[in-house]
């Protein structure tokens, strides 16, 4: 398989050389690269699986802190064209990152795209099948690694399974997937369509263990799913017993958010003239994972609330008690629990008039 042209710009008899499903990630190719003018290489067919990239870097984010400091090595088992190894090696958070693929031509793209970015995390490419090849790496590094699995999903076809079957991943049904990774490494993250059935994540761990699920949004809408399996203080999961606890979207405009609403507060009652810098002193002391303070979608006005995002539920508690009715830019504000629904109507979360209630304006 060739690898397609980089193209500086796009005119009338240049366009027909992708193919038309190609030619429509091509049209969205600086939110998948940002350095793509820099001279990013791509197969046909890597285009359908690359991550956009401020989804692999807060995926990377995510990895981080959900595994123990003595894991120090990532294995990225399905490379592609380096989109999520490059997020990795620029997060700075391993001794090094192992990117593996089957296809020498992607894996040629992927070589050059991470010098583009020039990453300080030393990369080591194995040419190589998840299947054959991942369990023969040395023990000293399976000892310390973690797994990061992006398996192909089969094609844009799956967007229309209104529930994705998990097993039609040819050849990487996720029981025999997941089997096979756990023989290199005790904590693994899968990458998975956002439909994704919750049912069958569940089933993989034994009785009373859980998974946690966090869907990745961009610009409104979900992209897709990853399910965190492991030992880890800040996993906020689903359980093989309540699959379904986990059906609802993250919806940040631009940046990957946790799928967890008992980590999500609404900031109520908040002064037109507060900056996320604001907020952030605001919230001192607590580990902040995002943040979104909404404005009106044309003229960007302030709304007169945010929606702020913490790391663990016991901290979104404690932050409901001691800074609710407190001071944030000579307001009081306050400060609860999201909505699973995070209606932003007339009537819901993102009515302010609803403040009245709580608080009279000072």
């Known amino acids: 398989m060739g690898i ?24 969205q190719r600086y939110d998948i690269f940002s350095k793509y ?5 791509m197969t046909d067919d890597a285009w359908f699986g690359i991550t956009p990239e401020p989804v692999a870097n807060k995926i990377a984010e995510h990895v981080a802190q959900f595994t123990p400091a003595n894991k120090t090595i990532l294995i990225d088992a399905f490379s592609g064209a380096g989109g999520s190894t490059i997020a990795f090696a620029k997060s700075n958070r391993w001794s090094q990152v192992i990117a593996m693929d089957h296809e020498p031509n992607v894996m040629q793209c992927a070589k050059h795209n991470a010098c583009i970015y020039q990453t300080d995390t030393p990369i080591m490419w194995v040419l190589g099948d998840v299947y054959e090849d991942l369990p023969t790496l040395p023990a000293s590094a399976r000892k310390s690694a973690v797994v990061f699995a992006s398996p192909p ?5 799956y ?3 209104e529930v994705f079957n998990l097993m039609t991943m040819h050849p990487y049904p996720i029981k025999q997937l997941y089997e096979t990774l756990r023989k290199v490494a005790d904590h693994i993250v899968l990458y998975l369509p956002r439909t994704s059935d919750l049912r069958q994540l569940a089933a993989l761990v034994g009785e009373g263990q859980k998974i946690r699920v966090t869907h990745y949004c961009m610009w409104g809408a979900s992209k897709a799913m990853c399910a965190f399996i492991g030992p880890s203080e800040h996993t906020e999961e ?15 405009q631009r940046y990957a958010t946790s799928l967890d609403h008992r980590t999500r507060l609404y900031l109520g009652g908040l002064a037109s003239t507060a900056t996320e810098e604001d907020v952030r002193e605001f919230f001192e002391g607590y580990q902040i994972l995002s943040m979104d303070i909404r404005t009106k979608s044309r003229s960007k006005t302030r709304l007169g609330y945010a929606f702020v995002e913490l790391i663990v539920p016991a901290e979104a508690e404690r932050a409901v008690k001691e800074l609710s009715g407190k001071e944030l830019c000579q307001r009081k504000v306050l400060v609860q629990p999201a909505r699973k629904h995070d209606s932003t109507g007339e009537n819901g979360e993102g009515d302010p008039t609803r403040l009245k209630k709580k608080f009279k304006r000072q």
């Open 4 to 27: 397609t042209k980089v193209c500086k710009s796009i005119i009338d008899d240049t366009k027909f050389q992708f193919r038309l499903t190609v030619f429509r990630y091509w049209q």
């Open 37 to 41: 003018d820099g001279g990013i290489w």
């Open 153 to 157: 999903w089969g094609g844009p076809g």
């Open 159 to 161: 967007r229309s399974d």
């Open 238 to 252: 689903i359980s093989r017993k309540e699959p379904s606890t986990a059906n609802g979207v993250a919806n940040d």
